[in-house]
């Protein structure tokens, strides 16, 4: 696959791609005779991981040092173990800070929907649940 290929397949800039390689985030892609990238199924499955895990927000730098890792070999396999447990428990804390304002959004999208069908704006707990 092409670097174009790539970047429409994942809807990111080729841009990205070449900075996700240069920093180590996804592992250096082969290339052509001509000296053109192309993408095996095992690019593929790189380029997916780095995109979800920044989609997530997790670091370019943790997607590079975990990248390292792996390249060193099983002995590395707790380290790993150690750097994705600590990116899910950041994550985790993000999902719970999300759920919690779509949460409060909920609540105040209902208020205001009452107060147009009846005119009167009404709050019946605190929004922000305090």
Request: aromatic share 8%; charged share 30%.
């Amino acid at each position: 696959m092409t670097i174009k290929d790539v970047c429409e397949k994942f809807g990111i800039t080729a841009d990205t791609l070449r900075y996700y390689e240069k920093v180590g985030a996804i592992p250096k892609v082969g290339r052509s005779q001509g000296g053109i990238r192309e993408y095996d199924d095992e690019a593929l499955s790189w380029v997916r991981n780095a995109v979800c895990l920044r989609k997530a927000g997790v670091s370019v730098e943790a997607i590079a040092e975990y990248v390292r890792l792996f390249n060193m070999g099983d002995e590395t396999i707790e380290a790993r173990l150690e750097l994705l447990s600590n990116e899910r428990e950041s994550l985790g804390k993000q999902l719970e800070e999300l759920t919690n304002a779509v949460e409060l959004l909920d609540y105040k999208i209902s208020r205001y929907r009452e107060a147009v069908e009846t005119g009167v704006l009404t709050w019946d707990r605190d929004p922000l649940g305090n």
